[in-house]
């Protein structure tokens, strides 16, 4: 059963950072897109970030500077390391997987359940 789990929310203040994992199983998570969304009270659902199969990355203007995404193919994980953090960054983050699709769209085939992220002093 292929399934996608996320780990590493939590509060931090202003300016502050964390790292956030995605890991697979029971599939090779490098052989698909995975992709970073997040979602606040009352707000769509937004794309942060993916990366291709072949380390392509790409990242939504509110975060470019401030959070890379990367892979550990060896422990089949994506990470989100995320930096300067700001209260506007509050929000459940959620990783997806897909086998084609390349983007910030929420069309994703796979997803994990959310974690949450609180950025407040």
């Known amino acids: 059963q292929l399934q996608l789990v996320e780990s590493g929310g939590g509060l931090v203040q202003p300016g502050g950072s964390l790292r956030l994992s995605c890991a697979g199983s029971?599939?090779?998570?490098?052989?698909?897109?995975i992709g970073w969304f997040r979602q606040a009270p009352g707000k769509e659902r937004e794309g942060v970030s993916c990366?291709?199969?072949?380390?392509?990355?790409h990242y939504a203007d509110s975060v470019k500077g401030r959070f890379t995404i990367s892979r550990d193919n060896a422990k089949n994980t994506v990470y989100l390391q995320m930096n300067s953090l700001k209260p506007e960054d509050t929000a459940v983050y959620y990783c997806?997987?897909?086998?084609?699709?390349?983007?910030?769209?929420?069309?994703?085939?796979?997803w994990g359940q959310g974690t949450q992220v609180t950025v407040s002093s």
């Open positions: 997806a997987g897909d086998p084609y699709y390349y983007g910030l769209g929420s069309v994703y085939d796979y």
């Open positions: 990366i291709s199969s072949d380390g392509s990355t």
């Open positions: 029971g599939f090779t998570l490098n052989s698909f897109v």
